[in-house]
Each structure stands twice: as structure tokens, then as C-alpha cells.
């Protein structure tokens, strides 16, 4: 696969791509940031896997992600789980309704992150198991469990 | 139900997604990965230059301890109107009469590097048995650099990454033994190796200041660094995958240095510098609320964990997955899928602090160097905590909110 084909198949997945660190980085670092793992995937092209590109994609975007918050935001008091660091927070999506808000901020970090991808993200299941590395059935599982805890948290807030 | 407040939730969201090009592709396949972002940045905007030539306007008497670095958003060319965009609200801070008004004086300590990265690397990767090769990146032309060792190829593999600044942050991961089966340890053995480990490399606490924490995801061992007998936000961790494999360690590699002892405001006077993201530092991540915050002291765990360590917490059951299912978007839309919201306008609340807790704040010079301050914990009548510096002016060159640097005086 030559550059121009490269970039011919893969532009597909720029909003995807897009999308993702828009709600987990700060608006300058956006472009950066998927160039960065553009440049993984140009680098790795002879692994990606046919027909899962996008949940490949994502799982190098979490890992650019991880670096550029260790990095950048020196943010090494935070907890080493994955999810904490890779779940968008309030503030990272801006969110701007009060009681939606503080209903996100009290979401664990792993409901934050499976909720993202698939509500706001708009990823398929099959492609949430892929990223994650787990079985759809358990994406499923867990999609279910963080849409629940959301709106069980959101309800105490709209009282 | 669940999709009405989903719906919420797509539309309360503000942030930006911008629309790439075929460019950011082109970047990414026609540079090398350490420069792509840099030049980047550069070709956007040039800033990169800017942000490196703040400090070159220091105020000369008298001499500042500590040249702050700048803020993210400030060092990537954001102008304050652009920072004020993402604000969704803002506040007024008011003192309670519950906050003390006695000035007084605290120690400044600096965190210096320990002994050299390479030799970091290897005795982490001999106490975690990982093996590999060593690679250094640097990010920003040599000043720092990020250290590995392990199998680039494979990254769920064991591995060792160092970051040479600040506090020597160390990660040690491998999630080649991660699994759903849950077989947690015991909350006995888990403080045991948690204390074992952390001894080891450089954290010598008691079980009694570990605290554990653990769900269906696994558990997490944490302590923090000491100073005065305060928790910093130097924190290390030991990571429990669901079957009991450890799969992540955290720590850093400084040793602490007393620069002085300073003069420091009350913390009723401290409440006027809220809202100025320069007098903000880290505090330990028990003061801050959800996850890690909702962990007891003392190796008590949360009410999923069996002292067995046996047991499993939650075995996923086949809940039907409905019609409540949030339909993927289309990956080839350039559009966001949510409907456009009107520009939001700053809600004005007003925040009352209430009481204040003295403890010591991580915060970085404009080197990459790290420091812990002096500063207040402020408890606000909402049970959130913000953190301010209490540094009599002078000690600390701030950053001007537009460019240079100025002393700390407001």
C-alpha cells in the first residue's frame, strides 16, 4: 500500500478520529494528535487488520492519548488505570448542562470511557470489543450497566 | 429512559470536533513520529517559539524561588478569550467566616531527579522481570525524554516507561496477563504486595496508609508520598487485573529537598486567588472527589471485595442488550451527530469556601523541575475541595495570563 492508497482508505476514519480526541484533548492538540497516529498506523500498515481498521485506529489513538497526557499534561498523579486516563472528563466535552455535568462527574471512569465511544462516539459494539480487546457480549454487558448508572446518577441530580 | 438522558448527554455536549483533512494523514506518513505534532503546531500557528520565550522577562529583585511554567492552554497559543470559551461557568468566590485570617511560614521543597533514567529502567525491569530493549523518545527536542523498555511491537507485553522530569514518574504495565475471570486476592495479600512493592521502589509506608480499591475492573492498591505527615500528590500504585495478576505499577524517583522555610497568607486571604489557574497546584487525590476519592484508609475496600479473594465481585450476566441501543454514527460523516447548540453563556455562581485544610501543593517550574509549596485545600459549601497556593508575592515568577512573567502579586 503506497502513501496515496494509504491515504485513500484511512480517510474514512478522520472524523472518528477526530471525534476522539476532540472530547479528550484540548482543541490545539487535536491535529497533532491524529497525525501522530496516523503516522503509527503508516508506520505499522502491513499489521492492520482488514476490515477492523477504525477499532485498531482507536486502540493506537488510546495509546498516543496515554503518552501525550503523561507528557504534556504531567499528569502522573492520576490513577494508571487506562480508563482514568483515556475517559473524556466534564470538562474535556464541555459539557453544558448543569445536572448532565455532574452526573458525568460522578460516572466511574470505566462507564465514562464505554459510554463515550458508544453514545457520543457512535462506535458499534463489534468495534467497542475490538478496541477494548473484550467479547462483545461483555460490551455489551458493559454498555448497558454505564447507560444505566448514568441515568440512575442523572435522576438523583434532576431530582 | 435510558435514551432520553443519552440524548441529554449528546446534546449538553460542547466541545468542538474539528473537521481534518487529508493533510493530518500526509503528516503522520511523511514525518517522523517525534516531529509530527511539533511541526504541527508550527505550521498552525507557530506558538511553539512564543511559549519558549516567556521567560525570558524575569523580574530581577528580588530573585523568584520558582519560575512557574506555563498552562497548557497558554503554551499551545489559546488566548484568554479562547480559554474563557470552554468555561461554561464562572464563579465568585466569597470566605467564609469559618476560614482563618493568621498569616504564617512553611517549608518549600524541591523535587530532585534520583541517580540517572537508564539505571532506573533496568532495576524496575529486574524487580517486574520484564525484558526487552531500551528506546528513548524525546517530544520536544532533547529537553525531556521518555524512556522504554520492553517489546515495542507488542504493546501488551511487559514493559518499563520512565518520563526523565518533573518527578521521574515511572509506569510498569503488562496486559498480556489480564483476564475477566475474577480471582482477586485477599485484601491481606493485596496490602501485603502492594507495601512490598512500593518499598522497593522507593515508597516506605505502612499498611495503614495504603488504600485499596476494587470493582468488577480489577483492584488498585494506592499511597502517597509524606510530607509532614501530609499525603502529597506523589502517589504510587499497584493495578489488579479481575483474575489477581498484577498488570500496572506507578511510581516516581525524586528524592525531596527543603529550599526554605517562606512566609505564607491566610487562608481567608488565599480566597482571592481562586479562580487564577497560576495559584493552583496538586494536592493528594484523596481530597478530590469521585473514583480514587471514595477510597477508605487502611486497606478497607470497597463493598465488592471479599476478604476470601476468591470470590468473584461480578460474573457479567447475559443482560439483553435492547432497543436502547445508541445507533452508531456514520464513520464517513463529516458532521457531528449531535444537533448544533447555541454558543453557551457563563452561568455566574457564586462559592462560598468554607474551611481549609493546610497541606503542601506539586506544582512545576518553567524547566520541567518540580516542587511541593505551601497551600490551602479550600472546602467549598458544595464538599468540593480547590486547591491555592499561600506563598507570600515574590516567591514564585507567575506567567503573565497573556505572555512574560510577573511577580505573584494580585
Redesign the interface.
Known amino acids: 500500500m503506497d502513501?496515496q492508497e494509504?491515504?485513500a482508505h484511512?480517510?474514512?476514519?478522520?472524523?472518528?478520529?477526530?471525534?476522539f480526541f476532540?472530547?479528550r484533548a484540548?482543541?490545539?492538540?487535536?491535529?497533532?494528535?491524529?497525525?501522530?497516529?496516523?503516522?503509527?498506523?503508516?508506520?505499522k500498515r502491513d499489521k492492520a487488520p482488514a476490515g477492523a481498521e477504525?477499532p485498531w485506529l482507536y486502540r493506537i489513538a488510546n495509546?498516543v492519548l496515554l503518552?501525550h497526557r503523561?507528557?504534556?499534561?504531567?499528569n502522573?498523579?492520576?490513577?494508571?488505570?487506562e480508563?482514568?486516563l483515556v475517559s473524556p472528563s466534564a470538562?474535556?466535552?464541555?459539557?453544558?448542562?448543569?445536572t448532565?455535568?455532574k452526573a458525568?462527574?460522578?460516572l466511574?471512569?470505566?462507564d465514562r470511557s464505554i459510554?463515550a465511544l458508544?453514545?457520543?462516539?457512535?462506535?458499534?459494539?463489534e468495534?467497542v470489543a475490538l478496541t477494548l480487546?473484550?467479547s462483545k457480549?461483555?460490551a455489551?454487558?458493559?454498555?448497558?450497566?454505564a447507560?444505566?448508572n448514568?441515568?440512575d446518577i442523572?435522576k438523583v441530580f434532576e431530582g | 429512559?435510558?435514551d432520553k438522558?443519552?440524548n441529554?448527554?449528546?446534546?449538553?455536549?460542547?466541545?468542538?470536533?474539528?473537521?481534518?483533512?487529508?493533510e493530518?494523514?500526509?503528516?503522520?506518513?511523511a514525518?517522523?513520529?517525534a516531529s509530527?505534532?511539533?511541526n504541527?503546531?508550527l505550521g498552525?500557528?507557530g506558538v511553539a517559539v512564543a511559549a519558549t520565550a516567556v521567560f525570558a522577562v524575569m523580574p530581577s529583585n528580588p530573585a523568584p524561588l520558582i519560575n512557574l511554567a506555563q498552562s497548557?492552554?497558554q503554551r499551545?497559543?489559546?488566548s484568554s478569550s479562547d480559554a474563557k470559551m470552554?468555561m461554561?461557568?464562572e464563579y465568585e468566590y466569597v470566605a467564609g467566616s469559618g476560614l482563618s485570617t493568621a498569616a504564617g511560614s512553611d517549608q518549600v521543597y524541591r523535587l530532585n531527579l534520583n541517580g540517572s533514567p537508564e539505571a532506573l529502567v533496568e532495576k524496575l525491569a529486574a524487580r517486574f522481570g520484564v525484558e526487552g530493549k531500551l528506546s528513548k523518545e524525546s517530544?520536544d527536542d532533547g529537553k525531556?525524554y521518555?524512556y522504554f523498555f520492553g517489546n515495542k511491537a507488542k504493546?501488551?507485553d511487559a514493559s518499563v516507561s520512565v518520563?526523565w522530569?518533573?518527578?521521574g514518574?515511572w509506569?510498569y504495565g503488562d496486559y498480556s496477563k489480564?483476564s475477566?475471570k475474577v480471582n482477586l486476592p485477599s485484601k491481606a495479600a493485596a496490602l501485603a504486595a502492594a507495601q512490598e512493592i512500593f518499598a522497593d521502589t522507593g515508597l516506605d509506608v505502612s499498611e495503614d496508609a495504603i488504600t485499596l480499591t476494587s470493582?468488577d475492573?480489577?483492584m488498585?492498591a494506592?499511597a502517597s508520598l509524606q510530607v509532614g505527615g501530609e499525603d502529597t500528590?506523589?502517589?504510587w500504585?499497584v493495578?489488579w487485573a479481575p483474575n489477581g495478576e498484577i498488570i500496572?505499577?506507578?511510581g516516581?524517583s525524586v528524592s525531596i529537598e527543603a529550599n526554605g522555610t517562606f512566609g505564607t497568607i491566610s487562608a481567608k486571604d488565599s480566597v482571592k486567588r481562586l479562580g487564577d489557574w497560576r495559584y493552583g497546584g496538586?494536592a493528594a487525590?484523596s481530597y478530590y472527589?469521585?473514583?480514587?476519592a471514595m477510597m477508605s484508609r487502611g486497606g478497607t475496600v470497597s463493598s465488592d471485595v471479599t476478604d476470601s479473594g476468591t470470590e468473584p465481585s461480578v460474573e457479567?450476566?447475559?443482560?439483553p442488550?435492547?432497543d436502547?441501543?445508541?445507533?452508531?454514527?456514520d464513520?464517513?460523516?463529516?458532521e457531528?451527530?449531535?444537533d448544533p447548540?447555541p454558543e453557551?453563556t457563563p452561568?455566574k455562581v457564586v462559592m462560598k469556601l468554607v474551611s481549609s485544610k493546610k497541606t503542601h501543593l506539586?506544582i512545576?517550574d518553567a524547566d520541567g523541575g518540580a516542587w511541593l509549596v505551601p497551600g490551602f485545600m479550600l472546602k467549598n459549601t458544595e464538599g468540593w475541595y480547590s486547591s491555592v497556593i499561600s506563598l507570600v508575592d515574590g516567591i514564585i515568577a507567575l506567567p503573565k495570563l497573556d505572555s512574560g512573567v510577573m511577580p505573584m502579586v494580585k
Open positions: 502513501s494509504f491515504t484511512y480517510r474514512a476514519f478522520l472524523p472518528a478520529i477526530s471525534k476532540a472530547y484540548d482543541s490545539s492538540d487535536v491535529e497533532g494528535l491524529a497525525a501522530e497516529v496516523f503516522s503509527i498506523a503508516w508506520q477504525l495509546n503518552n503523561r507528557k504534556v499534561k504531567r502522573f498523579t492520576l490513577p494508571i488505570l480508563t482514568d470538562d474535556d466535552l464541555v459539557l453544558e448542562t448543569v448532565v455535568r458525568w462527574e460522578e466511574k471512569a470505566a459510554l458508544t453514545a457520543l462516539e457512535g462506535m458499534s459494539l468495534d480487546k473484550i457480549n461483555a455489551t454487558i458493559r454498555t448497558h450497566r447507560k444505566k448514568f441515568s442523572l | 429512559m435510558e438522558n443519552l441529554k448527554l449528546q446534546k449538553a455536549v460542547g466541545a468542538k470536533v474539528p473537521t481534518l483533512t487529508d493530518t494523514i500526509l503528516a503522520g506518513i514525518k517522523p513520529r509530527v505534532r511539533k504541527l503546531w498552525l500557528s497548557q492552554s499551545e497559543g489559546l470552554s461554561w461557568v517530544y525531556t521518555n504493546s501488551e518520563y522530569s518533573g518527578t514518574s509506569y489480564y475477566e470493582g475492573w480489577g488498585v494506592q500528590a506523589l502517589e500504585m493495578n500496572g505499577v506507578s516516581h496538586s487525590s472527589g469521585g473514583g480514587m457479567p450476566t447475559a443482560e442488550y435492547g436502547d441501543t445508541v445507533e452508531p454514527t464513520a464517513t460523516t463529516e457531528p451527530s449531535i447548540i453557551p452561568e506539586l512545576w
